[in-house]
């Protein structure tokens, strides 16, 4: 009896550490992912002077047909260009090379700042799967 209770505490640790493991490589790649040909990334590009509504459009139409862009969003009320490209096919530094290279406005592509990023969605930072992630992380 003594026997089979050890063989059952035994098979049960051992399950639960193999799923303990699954579960902690699980989030490792998921919060670690890899681009690939389905990974888009969105970018913003804050023009620093006062554009129309037909500056919009040339901006729309000659972002639309910039190597690897998907969608562009262009906002003449606050000069701000919102687009989105897929990171295998290019780099946002190099869409506002060509944007910049192209037009003449003054421009800049807008990177959070690290009080921007303190500032960002809380949602992440206090999960639970984060904080196993920073353990993992650590532990790796």
Do not use: W
């Amino acid at each position: 009896m003594k026997k089979k209770l050890i063989k059952i505490l035994l098979y049960t640790f051992g399950t639960f550490l193999f799923l303990f493991v699954v579960l902690a490589v699980h989030i490792y790649f998921v919060y670690r992912p890899a681009p690939d040909a389905y990974t888009k990334v969105m970018a913003r590009i804050d023009i620093k002077q006062p554009i129309t509504q037909d500056d919009a459009n040339k901006i729309s139409a000659f972002m639309v047909h910039q190597k690897g862009v998907d969608h562009v969003l262009v906002n003449p009320q606050t000069s701000i260009v919102v687009f989105t490209f897929f990171p295998v096919k290019t780099t946002g530094d190099q869409v506002v090379s060509n944007f910049k290279a192209h037009f003449p406005y003054k421009a800049d592509r807008f990177m959070a700042t690290a009080e921007n990023l303190k500032h960002s969605c809380p949602v992440a930072a206090s999960s639970y799967t984060y904080k196993i992630y920073k353990v993992i992380t650590k532990v790796i």
